[in-house]
């Protein structure tokens, strides 16, 4: 199986374009960071705090995550049995997910999913650790970034295009927030993989980021394959 890992910082445009780039080559696209938004969903509804790793640690007992592609092969992710698809793009859920993604106890429940996923498909899998830990012998890694500022700009777009209401500094103050704990926490933190490619998409079109991705995607494979 061929897996294809994209890292990044939160609102770099990981999911858009990695589910494009998936779309494209006929692969799987796994989008990891909505199963640490689902673990955080399901600690913030029963009243845990997203930092209490033995509270967290026991919900996860009683939870059940998982990946489904409809017959399109949009990914849905579903929290003992019910579709939370939507409701963990909120917000507040965002801060859940990083807290919860730090913890030793989900990232081993998550982990199995994630490789499985990627032992029984070719892949597209995005995420914060994707290159490092999850997947570090993927044939292809590329390292997506963008200036805080576009990356907040993104975000607020996509969330009051979903009629979200939030404001353009609250959302610039929750992706600063985001890689403050992303980057500085001591499990899996976000890096650059040695090997992965650094794309910067400050100022394109989604477009023109689809493209010069997709381009590099291709060489790659046919470097390794």
Known sequence: MVSIAIDGPAGAGKSTIARAIAERLGYIYVDTGALYRAVGLYATANGIETTDEAGVERLLMSAKV??????????????????????????????????VSALPAVRQFLFALQQNLAMEHNV??????????????????????????DRARRRFDELTAKGRSVTYEEVLEDIRKRDESDTN?????????????????TG??????????????KEQLAHVL
């Open 185 to 201: 926490r001591a499990i899996a933190p976000l890096k650059q993989a040695r090997d992965a490619l650094l794309v910067d998409t």
């Open 124 to 149: 597209v899998m995005d995420g914060r650790d994707i290159g490092t830990v999850v997947l570090p012998r993927a044939q292809v890694k590329i390292f997506l970034t963008a200036s805080v500022e």
């Open 204 to 217: 394109n079109t989604l477009e023109r980021s689809i493209d010069i991705l997709l381009k590099l995607v």
């Open 66 to 99: 998982e990946l489904r592609h409809d017959k399109s092969g949009t990914q849905r992710v579903y929290l003992n049995g019910y579709d939370v698809s939507e409701e963990i793009r909120r917000p507040e859920i965002s801060m859940a997910a990083s807290n």
